[in-house]
Nanobody
Framework: QVQLVESGGGSVQAGGSLRLSCVTS????????MGWFRQAPGKERVVVAT???????HYVASVKGRFTISEDNAKNTLYLQMNSLKPEDTAMYYC???????????????WGRGTQVTVSS
């Protein structure tokens, strides 16, 4: 079982930046897929970015060029650097771990409890 604890959310104005962190614990090894999902009020939870153990990344179109997913294995921490934030980025952000590839199937994922990001115009 992998435990995930997010932090770094907050309230910022449009155009600002935040860096989310996700500290992982528990035993896991490659291959794996780490990810960030978000859920806005009244909407479904959707993937934002993923990072495979081979270093490959994927971003949803709406955040490409603004968000960067990365990991520091020495610190057991996953990051999401968010720049040029927009009001539509407002959501609860969740860190995920999946053994193997990035299927994104909720049943296959370990989830953190989330951290709230609010962007005002």
């Amino acid at each position: 079982q992998v435990q995930l604890v997010e932090s770094g959310g907050g309230s910022v104005q449009a155009g600002g930046s935040l860096r989310l962190s996700c500290v992982t614990s528990g035993n896991f090894s490659a291959p794996y897929c780490m990810g960030w999902f978000r859920q806005a009020p009244g909407k479904e939870r959707v993937v934002v970015a993923t990072l495979k153990s081979d270093g490959s990344t994927h971003y949803v179109a709406s955040v490409k060029g603004r968000f960067t997913i990365s990991e520091d294995n020495a610190k057991n921490t996953l990051y999401l650097q968010m720049n040029s934030l927009k009001p539509e980025d407002t959501a609860m952000y969740y860190c995920t771990h999946e053994t193997g590839g990035c299927t994104g199937i909720p049943y296959n994922l370990d989830w953190g409890r989330g951290t709230q990001v609010t962007v005002s115009s």
